[in-house]
């Protein structure tokens, strides 16, 4: 599968019969979605789609996406059987804020959690790498939104390994290929036990270019109601960009699964951006078997003689 644009959001179809007993539902049929075969290439993936519509289209196709993402999460949390678990990673500047306030401003915010994962602190740094997200994870009939993740511990650290000294791991770091691949085996596990239990993973790498986001940096530094934004690592991280690249190739090729698949979607737009990812959650969400809860006979009489009640009054 390329990881060319071949076709605007609202393109992706339903087709086959979604398989929940194993915990995998048919990803929806985004030209975004990553492959499962470990074929992703970065260098092909697309920052920016050829013949996206105009701001004002993408706007209003995102405002549609909101309202039925707004009924279908109100379904998702009367159902209260799944889960929905939304992963976001980016380079710096690439929009995951802005994407997260545009595409959830309609969702009534009892239903969901966001988290920001950042630096571990002691007492995350005594547990395993996984175990701060398993504290994160959304309760069912629940939206959770992870800015960032446990996808961290390879990618800033891959390209960072320093960053091991202070997890102490019991068989040290003498054989770091052998580490990112026990990692990743472990993620792939976790990730499809949540997808077992409920949960709907969905995941979006925001592939920004390298230089629209030097174009942001810029912008952070001249308009000082961003100026708090901006942070001199981020050139320091920036410098390192080819490595980072080759993480988050490393990352989709391991992981893109489909119990969690991962979506690399063009990011040098914002507008078309927040609209692809909005379309992809809606048509995920879409798939579920969700339903409103039921009353029995006896309940909907007693109801009846209630309502009764009500209107004498």
């Given at each position: 599968?390329?990881?060319s644009v071949v076709g605007p959001p609202g393109s992706?179809?339903?087709s086959g019969n979604p398989d929940y007993r194993r915990g995998v539902i048919e990803p929806f049929a985004s030209p975004y979605l990553v492959p499962f075969d470990g074929t992703f290439d970065v260098s092909r993936a697309a920052t920016r789609e050829k013949d996206a519509p105009g701001k004002k289209e993408n706007?209003?196709?995102l405002e549609d996406a909101v309202e039925?993402?707004?009924k279908l999460q109100r379904k998702l949390y009367a159902d209260n059987r799944f889960s929905l678990l939304l992963?976001?990673?980016a380079m710096d500047a690439a929009g995951k804020d802005g994407t997260l306030r545009a595409v959830?401003?309609?969702v009534n915010p009892a239903g969901c959690q966001v988290y920001s994962f950042k630096a571990p602190t002691h007492e995350e740094l005594d547990h395993d790498f996984l175990w701060r997200c398993m504290n994160r994870l959304p309760e069912r009939g629940r939206i959770g939104i992870w800015n960032r993740s446990h996808y961290e511990e390879v990618l800033v650290v891959k390209v960072n390994p320093q960053y091991l000294g202070a997890q102490r791991l019991p068989y040290g770091t003498d054989d770091l290929s052998r580490l990112w691949k026990e990692r990743f085996e472990s993620i792939r596990t976790f990730e499809q036990h949540q997808a077992r239990n409920g949960a709907v993973i969905?995941?979006?790498w925001l592939n920004v270019s390298k230089e629209e986001q030097r174009q942001r940096l810029i912008e952070r530094i001249d308009e000082p109601e961003s100026n708090w934004?901006?942070?001199a690592d981020d050139l320091v991280q920036r410098a390192r960009w080819d490595e980072y690249m080759g993480a988050y190739q490393d990352v989709l090729q391991e992981t893109s699964r489909p119990w969690a698949p991962w979506y690399a979607i063009p990011a040098d737009s914002k507008s078309y951006m927040r609209r692809a990812v909005a379309d992809i959650i809606v048509g995920t969400l879409e798939r579920l078997p969700l339903h409103w809860p039921e009353v029995s006979e006896k309940e909907r009489e007693e109801m009846k003689i209630l309502r009764a009640r009500l209107a004498a009054e």
């Open positions: 599968m390329s990881q992706g179809a339903r706007q209003k196709a039925r993402l707004d992963v976001f990673q959830m401003s309609g969905l995941k979006f934004k901006f942070n």
